[in-house]
């Protein structure tokens, strides 16, 4: 999980690299990220993350849109992570639709390794879980 550095690797070469990985393509195709479409984000601080809600759950087939937005301490502190598209989920406010490091325990207890890659595929592997795969999902294209 995560990129190892047995050095530590400034922020933007860090944000550089998670950019190239998410570019290509991660796994199966249903979790990706990239940088958010502001062109003038020379800090690369927002990011926007998809995932494709998991087989035999309520999930299934949704597309799920999020932000994530890494301000300057990243990557020692965790991003903040949003969803765009409405989502019923134990970790997820449900006013605002911000994941809430309380309940959601990668962000939680970060540690530098971790990646936007890694919070995307667990908040994935989480909408599996028994608490979250059957919740009654607002309408799919409702947005917070």
Not at 30 to 47: A, C, L
Not at 62 to 68: A, H, M, V
Not at 83 to 91: A, K, L, P, V
Request: charged share 25%; glycine share 8%; aromatic share 10%.
């Amino acid at each position: 999980m995560g990129i190892h550095h047995p050095v530590t690797v400034p922020r933007n070469f860090r944000l550089l690299e998670e950019l190239e990985r998410g570019e290509k393509g991660i796994g199966d195709g249903t979790v990706s990220y990239g940088m958010d479409d502001d062109g003038d984000d020379i800090y690369m601080r927002s990011w926007t993350g998809t995932i494709i809600g998991p087989n035999h759950t309520v999930h299934e087939g949704r597309i799920y849109q999020l932000k994530l937005f890494c301000d300057n301490e990243y990557p020692d502190k965790p991003p903040s992570v949003r969803f765009h598209s409405r989502i019923n989920m134990n970790c997820v406010n449900q006013e605002t639709g911000v994941v809430e490091p309380k309940h959601f325990q990668l962000l939680s207890k970060w540690r530098r390794e971790y990646t936007m890659e890694d919070i995307l595929t667990h908040l994935k592997r989480e909408m599996a879980l028994p608490q979250n795969k059957k919740l009654p999902q607002p309408f799919e294209t409702s947005t917070f």
